[in-house]
Protein backbone atom coordinates (compact mmCIF):
# COMPACT_ATOMS: atom_id res chain seq x y z
CA UNK A 1 0.00 0.00 0.00
CA UNK A 2 1.37 3.54 -0.75
CA UNK A 3 2.16 5.62 2.03
CA UNK A 4 2.10 9.68 1.33
CA UNK A 5 3.07 12.31 2.95
CA UNK A 6 2.02 15.92 2.76
CA UNK A 7 3.91 19.06 2.60
CA UNK A 8 3.99 23.07 1.90
CA UNK A 9 1.39 24.01 4.14
CA UNK A 10 1.65 27.62 5.24
CA UNK A 11 -0.03 31.42 6.04
CA UNK A 12 -0.93 32.95 3.11
CA UNK A 13 -2.49 36.16 2.56
CA UNK A 14 -6.03 36.27 0.91
CA UNK A 15 -5.39 36.17 -3.19
CA UNK A 16 -1.85 35.02 -2.72
CA UNK A 17 -0.53 31.31 -3.83
CA UNK A 18 0.93 28.12 -2.53
CA UNK A 19 1.80 25.04 -3.76
CA UNK A 20 0.87 22.41 -1.63
CA UNK A 21 2.85 18.32 -2.28
CA UNK A 22 1.83 14.72 -2.08
CA UNK A 23 4.83 12.22 -1.84
CA UNK A 24 4.10 8.74 -1.97
CA UNK A 25 6.94 5.71 -0.87
CA UNK A 26 5.96 2.06 -1.22
CA UNK A 27 4.35 2.18 -4.71
CA UNK A 28 4.52 4.62 -7.83
CA UNK A 29 1.60 6.87 -7.93
CA UNK A 30 1.37 6.91 -11.27
CA UNK A 31 -0.94 4.41 -10.78
CA UNK A 32 -3.03 5.75 -8.69
CA UNK A 33 -6.24 8.02 -8.81
CA UNK A 34 -5.14 10.94 -6.38
CA UNK A 35 -7.42 13.29 -4.83
CA UNK A 36 -7.06 16.49 -2.74
CA UNK A 37 -9.39 17.14 0.34
CA UNK A 38 -9.56 20.19 2.73
CA UNK A 39 -11.18 19.98 6.08
CA UNK A 40 -11.81 23.31 7.60
CA UNK A 41 -11.79 23.64 11.57
CA UNK A 42 -15.43 21.87 12.48
CA UNK A 43 -16.63 20.78 9.30
CA UNK A 44 -16.77 17.85 7.60
CA UNK A 45 -13.73 16.86 4.74
CA UNK A 46 -15.09 18.17 1.47
CA UNK A 47 -13.32 17.20 -1.87
CA UNK A 48 -11.22 19.71 -3.93
CA UNK A 49 -9.61 18.07 -6.97
CA UNK A 50 -8.49 14.99 -8.53
CA UNK A 51 -5.94 13.27 -11.01
CA UNK A 52 -6.22 10.51 -13.05
CA UNK A 53 -4.54 7.54 -14.28
CA UNK A 54 -2.88 7.04 -17.82
CA UNK A 55 -4.09 10.47 -19.49
CA UNK A 56 -4.36 12.45 -15.93
CA UNK A 57 -7.39 14.35 -16.51
CA UNK A 58 -8.37 16.48 -13.75
CA UNK A 59 -11.32 17.28 -11.84
CA UNK A 60 -11.89 20.20 -9.50
CA UNK A 61 -14.76 21.48 -6.92
CA UNK A 62 -16.46 24.52 -8.94
CA UNK A 63 -15.42 26.99 -6.17
CA UNK A 64 -11.77 26.09 -7.02
CA UNK A 65 -11.95 25.94 -10.68
CA UNK A 66 -9.59 27.98 -12.83
CA UNK A 67 -7.74 28.89 -9.62
CA UNK A 68 -6.55 25.33 -8.18
CA UNK A 69 -4.64 22.83 -10.79
CA UNK A 70 -3.60 19.32 -9.52
CA UNK A 71 -0.59 17.65 -11.77
CA UNK A 72 1.65 15.13 -10.98
CA UNK A 73 5.69 14.48 -11.17
CA UNK A 74 6.26 11.19 -11.71
CA UNK A 75 9.99 11.16 -11.61
CA UNK A 76 9.42 12.56 -8.41
CA UNK A 77 6.70 10.04 -7.03
CA UNK A 78 4.76 13.47 -6.03
CA UNK A 79 1.60 14.92 -7.01
CA UNK A 80 0.61 18.49 -6.63
CA UNK A 81 -2.01 21.27 -5.47
CA UNK A 82 -1.19 24.25 -6.84
CA UNK A 83 -3.34 27.48 -5.67
CA UNK A 84 -4.32 30.90 -6.91
CA UNK A 85 -6.10 33.88 -5.77
CA UNK A 86 -6.81 31.99 -1.82
CA UNK A 87 -9.80 32.87 -0.87
CA UNK A 88 -10.18 32.94 3.54
CA UNK A 89 -12.51 29.80 2.94
CA UNK A 90 -9.55 27.82 1.76
CA UNK A 91 -8.05 27.71 4.97
CA UNK A 92 -8.21 24.20 6.20
CA UNK A 93 -6.11 21.11 6.64
CA UNK A 94 -5.17 19.53 3.45
CA UNK A 95 -5.26 16.30 2.55
CA UNK A 96 -4.22 13.84 -0.25
CA UNK A 97 -5.79 10.24 -1.17
CA UNK A 98 -4.34 7.70 -2.96
CA UNK A 99 -6.04 4.14 -4.58
CA UNK A 100 -5.71 1.91 -7.77
CA UNK A 101 -9.09 0.91 -7.45
CA UNK A 102 -11.26 3.74 -8.76
CA UNK A 103 -12.40 2.85 -12.22
CA UNK A 104 -14.21 6.09 -12.90
CA UNK A 105 -12.37 9.10 -11.51
CA UNK A 106 -15.20 11.71 -12.30
CA UNK A 107 -18.03 9.86 -10.12
CA UNK A 108 -15.74 8.24 -7.49
CA UNK A 109 -13.05 10.83 -7.02
CA UNK A 110 -15.20 13.04 -4.71
CA UNK A 111 -16.11 10.15 -2.18
CA UNK A 112 -13.56 9.39 0.57
CA UNK A 113 -14.60 5.58 1.25
CA UNK A 114 -13.19 5.26 -2.24
CA UNK A 115 -9.47 6.10 -1.14
CA UNK A 116 -7.74 3.20 0.99
CA UNK A 117 -4.62 5.53 1.27
CA UNK A 118 -4.62 8.96 3.26
CA UNK A 119 -1.93 10.99 4.21
CA UNK A 120 -1.65 12.83 7.84
CA UNK A 121 -2.87 16.35 6.43
CA UNK A 122 -1.13 20.17 5.94
CA UNK A 123 -2.23 23.24 7.49
CA UNK A 124 -3.20 25.93 5.13
CA UNK A 125 -4.18 29.47 6.71
CA UNK A 126 -5.36 32.30 5.23
CA UNK A 127 -5.45 35.47 6.68
CA UNK A 128 -3.99 38.99 6.29
Known amino acids: QVQLVESGGDLVQPGGSLRISCEAS????????ISWFRQAPGKEREWISC????????YHEDSVMGRFTIFRDNAKNTVYLQMNSIKPEGAGVYYC?????????????????????WGQGTQVSVSS
Open 51 to 58: ISVGNGKT
Open 26 to 33: GSTLDSYV
Open 97 to 117: AADNRIINPQAMSRTKLFFGS
